[in-house]
């Protein structure tokens, strides 16, 4: 979901849905972009271990990973709560968590669920979420103070949504204004439902991560 351009909950999201999918800007099929977002390169880059250390998960945790794509987090997020806990893997492409679905499977994982999600509200079947993860995603959302909100209603009094995301002018897409997110403005859409910084997390050289929590 870009502002202006698409309504898509991950980049990968953009180029991998039907034809009939409105504001498509090109056709490629769930598994070609499976095979780009699992790249090597690209999951040195996204830290994926690191990162899940941040956020201080514990076993029973309820967690959402919007715009799951291939998965790279949600499997990992899932053994990170386990005994007990639940991951949420949302997307709007039914081809990626079908992808998500055979790796739990083939990883014996089965605190992994998949949800479909609308291109304004993440749709989750649970109103109990203590962690949802926006990662990478966020300047892809169209709506992206409406969503938030929508997400909120989901949350836990106590929840967390964390938001790691490019840095203006740093990213892949810097000569593109639509496609970029400041955390002063992440900030802003959070402030306005109740929900305020609590953690500020160096890790990346060219994304900033935070956590928020009411």
Not at 80 to 102: F, T
Not at 165 to 182: E, R, S, W
């Amino acid at each position: 979901m870009a502002r202006g351009v698409a309504y898509f909950l991950t980049l990968a999201i953009i180029v991998s849905v039907p034809i009939s999918a409105p504001a498509q800007l090109a056709a490629k099929s769930a598994q070609e972009w499976i095979q780009t977002l699992n790249s090597s390169n690209r999951v040195e880059r996204m830290k994926i271990d690191e990162t899940i250390a941040k956020l201080q998960l514990k076993p029973g945790d309820v967690i959402a990973d919007i715009g799951a794509g291939s998965g790279l987090f949600s499997l990992p997020l899932a053994k990170a709560a386990s005994p007990g806990g639940m991951v949420y893997a949302v997307d709007i492409e039914q081809g990626l968590l079908d992808h998500i679905s055979a790796e739990a499977k083939a990883s014996h994982l089965t605190n992994i669920r998949t949800v479909l999600g609308k291109f304004s509200d993440p749709n989750l079947p649970s109103t109990n979420i203590d962690l949802a993860l926006i990662n990478d995603v966020l300047h892809h959302i169209e709506n992206r103070a409406g969503y938030l909100k929508s997400l909120a209603h989901y949350m836990k009094p106590s929840g967390r949504i964390v938001i790691i995301d490019f840095t203006p002018n740093l990213g892949p897409h810097k000569n593109d204004p639509a496609l970029q997110v400041t955390k002063d403005q992440a900030t802003s859409w959070l402030a306005a439902i109740g929900f305020k910084p609590i953690n500020e997390i160096d890790l990346f050289n060219d994304k900033w991560f935070v956590i928020f929590s009411r």
